[in-house]
């Protein structure tokens, strides 16, 4: 089984920066396109980022793009997310997700994914 574990979320003020972390288990995870997706209180789950299996490619949702990078270590099994000038839309629980597929070729659908972890939280105040 695949197991996902994130970390680095937490509080901080409009204007500042957190990055995530996403550390992997099984031998699936170099051969898998990764993504990140948030869920804000009240709303569905949505689209953030997304990775090819080698890192050669990335996606971004257009309400995060030149605010977040997404990038992976495969040796580390690890995928990141950071997050700059952050904005009190950005709160939300933030998932990592491992895709059954090795590129998403930008596709934004949640269905693309078919291993999660458990969230971390990000909190924006204004």
């Known amino acids: 089984q695949v197991q996902l574990v994130e970390s680095g979320g937490g509080s901080v003020q409009a204007g500042g920066s957190l990055r995530l972390s996403c550390v992997a288990s099984?031998?699936?995870?170099?051969?898998?396109?990764m993504g990140w997706l948030r869920q804000a209180p009240g709303q569905e789950r949505e689209f953030v980022a997304a990775?090819?299996?080698?890192?050669?490619?990335?996606y971004y949702a257009d309400s995060v793009s030149g605010r977040f990078t997404i990038s992976r270590e495969n040796a580390k099994n690890t995928v990141y997310l950071e997050m700059s000038r952050l904005v009190p839309e950005d709160t939300a629980v933030y998932y990592c997700?491992?895709?059954?597929?090795?590129?998403?070729?930008?596709?934004?659908?949640?269905?693309?994914?078919?291993?999660w972890g458990q969230g971390t939280q990000v909190t924006v105040s204004s």
């Open positions: 997700a491992a895709a059954r597929v090795a590129d998403t070729y930008g596709r934004e659908s949640i269905n693309d994914y078919n291993y």
């Open positions: 099984g031998r699936t995870f170099s051969n898998s396109a």
């Open positions: 990775i090819t299996w080698n890192g050669d490619r990335t």
